[in-house]
């Protein structure tokens, strides 16, 4: 049983579409995150939902809003995408929001903008 | 504000050497939490180890083993008799008692073990 699942792994689109990227974790956790590897393979968070509320939301541009409709779900989706939107994207989960639990990660998504 | 440096960007070595991958961490924080995940070449992150600030205890997991030194804000990984299989990208990460659960990853340091 995969713990956190995240779909599609792949994903290839045209610069200006619109796309979702969704994310499951079935650990019982209360907090889950999205993070972003761009090709340097440099990881940074982008959002964080503690029980579907809204925790941390680190200067995104706003073409990104994430969703989630409970709290084994957070969602992701990219409006009006760049080519600068390339990159992995991975969906985590957490225990709890105490800083002291580790992250469980997907296998992350790659998005290519053509 | 925290952050985490991994100096040596790529590492490669002979199968069964030991090898030492560097993490330096800045924090203002006085209880803080430190982790290593490895990223293999099928490219999930897979989560290694967790050190508390107040723990300065050596950790020591079969060939791998973490050395803790506050003094010095390191958070030092080493892999003893390394194996083709440990090649991978692993990264270094500190989140903040008070810091939402912000996880601040290092660049990552590249291990290539060679056969």
């Known amino acids: 049983d995969t713990a956190v699942s995240q779909t599609p792994k792949y994903l290839v689109t045209q610069m200006g579409n619109d796309k979702s990227i969704k994310c499951e974790q079935n650990l019982g956790h209360d907090t889950m995150y999205w993070y972003k590897q761009d090709s340097k393979k440099f990881l940074k968070i982008m959002f964080s939902y503690n029980n579907k509320e809204l925790i941390i939301n680190e200067t995104v541009p706003n073409r990104f809003s994430p969703k989630s409709p409970d709290k084994a779900h957070l969602n992701l989706h990219i409006n009006s995408l760049e080519l600068g939107d390339s990159a992995v994207y991975f969906c985590?989960?957490?225990?709890?929001?105490?800083?002291?639990?580790?992250?469980?990660f997907g296998d992350g998504t790659r998005l290519s903008i053509l | 504000a925290q952050k985490v440096t991994q100096a040596q960007t790529e590492i490669s070595v002979v199968e069964k050497e030991d090898v030492t991958l560097d993490c330096v961490y800045e924090t203002r924080d006085t209880t803080y939490y430190l982790f290593w995940y490895k990223q293999p070449p099928s490219g999930e992150l897979v989560f290694l180890i967790r050190r508390n600030s107040f723990d300065e205890q050596n950790e020591i997991s079969g060939r791998y083993s973490w050395n803790f030194q506050k003094s010095t804000s390191s958070f030092n990984f080493t892999i003893t008799a390394s194996q083709v299989v440990d090649s991978a990208v692993y990264f270094c990460?500190?989140?903040?008692?008070?810091?939402?659960?912000?996880?601040?990853f290092g660049q990552g340091t590249r291990l290539t073990i060679n056969p």
């Open positions: 990460a500190l989140s903040e008692r008070w810091g939402a659960q912000k996880l601040v």
């Open positions: 985590a989960s957490s225990q709890s929001r105490d800083s002291n639990q580790p992250q469980h």
